[in-house]
Every structure is written in structure tokens, then in C-alpha cells.
């Protein structure tokens, strides 16, 4: 390795460390986020003004989901920019992709077709879109600063839903993406959620690393506490 590399490598580390590259890196997620509370909060005024009166415990249903949609991207947007340098970071490639897979591979289920549901089935799959993105905005405001996409150690949290699970933002957003596909469910999609899952599960493993090794005290709440279902997992 030459002085020249060896000296580009050390730069890279600092500017990774610094404040102004922990902003720089929350931009894209705060763009995506703000772009798609607006659009979601466009598409719930045209359904008001489109929904059939005669169906109003559909319309509730459907009005809630998308005010919890948009609330915890609200939520979200205020912990990116709240949110504090992290101490540590999980090195190398595979957590990176590891996170970007998690947080965004099951986005692109919409560019299947949307399958017609019973009406049975549509509420379910509604309300488990509710339910995970209000569990969601909750975790995110007990998480406080603490949030991010890539394995990164800022603090430890143990109190509110962390007191169950190490880790119910994840248990939350899985309700909500289940509730989502079923909208679209086939089997590319139901493959596409088995991947997702499988790279939840990896970014789990990469954040608890770093924080075992940032906070010693982690070892024993990990030891307590289940990863993401109590007492089965």
C-alpha cells in the first residue's frame, strides 16, 4: 500500500466520521420521504372526494391507513434531521447493501399487478398497513436520534417497545409490508419479501455487532431481551 493511498484511506475515514457527511447522507432519505408523504397526501384528498358515502367503515379503514403512512413518514423526516453523528459504523460493503435491500427492495412490488381482493381480505391486508405503520411512528419516536439505514451505533435504546424486542421498528414495518403485498401478492413477490427478509434479518445481526461492540452493556440486554418476537425469536 502506498503513502499516497494509506493517506486517501485516512481522509476517507475522517470525512466518513464527520458531521457534515452524516448530512450529506441523510438527504436522499429526507427527499424520498418528504416526496412521498406529499404524494400520499395528495392520492387520500382524491379519495375523499372520490369514496362512495355508502361505504364508510371502508372509508375509515382506508382513511387511517393512509393518515398512519403519513404520519410515520413525518415522523421519520423529523428523526433524520434530528438524529446525531454516529460513534460507529459496521465496516465494508455487505452491511451496506444489507440495509439499502432491507429498507428499499420491497418497493418495487408496485410495479406488479395489483390483484382484486375480497373485501374480507382487503380490510386484513389494510389494516395490517395501519397497524405496522402506527407501531412504526411510535418505535421511531422512543428511538429519538437513534435511527438510521446502515448499521451505525449511536446510543442503546431499552425502554418502550425495546424492552420486548431488540429490535420492533423492523417487527413494525414487516406488519405493513406484509399487509402491502398482499395487495400484489404472487410468487415474485412473495420471493421478494422471502429476500427482504432474509436481508432484515443480516442488518440485525451487522447493527448488533457494532453496538456490542460501542456499548458493552448491549451484550446482557441482547442476552434478555428476543430479537424480534418474543419467545419465539
Known sequence: MTMASTLTGFALTRLQKSSAYDVVMRLPMLASSLVLALALAAELARYWHAADPALAGAIVLNIAMRLSMIGYLVI???????????????????????????????????????????????????????VGDSMAAIVLIQLRGSFSIMAEARQVATSGAYRFVRHPLYLAEEIATIGGVMQFLSIWTALLVV???????????????????????????????????????
Open 76 to 130: 421519520l423526516t423529523a428523526t433524520l434531521m434530528a438524529r446525531t453523528p454516529p460513534i460507529a459504523k459496521a465496516p465494508g460493503a455487505e452491511p451496506r447493501i444489507s440495509a439499502l435491500l432491507g429498507s428499499f427492495l420491497i418497493s418495487v412490488v408496485v410495479l406488479f399487478p395489483r390483484r382484486e381482493l375480497a373485501p374480507a381480505v382487503g380490510c386484513l391486508s389494510t389494516l395490517l398497513v395501519l
Open 195 to 233: 429476500v427482504q427478509i432474509a436481508c432484515q434479518i443480516r442488518r440485525m445481526r451487522n447493527e448488533e455487532i457494532v453496538l456490542t461492540e460501542v456499548f458493552p452493556e448491549y451484550s446482557s440486554y441482547k442476552r434478555k431481551t428476543a430479537r424480534i418476537i418474543p419467545g419465539l425469536y
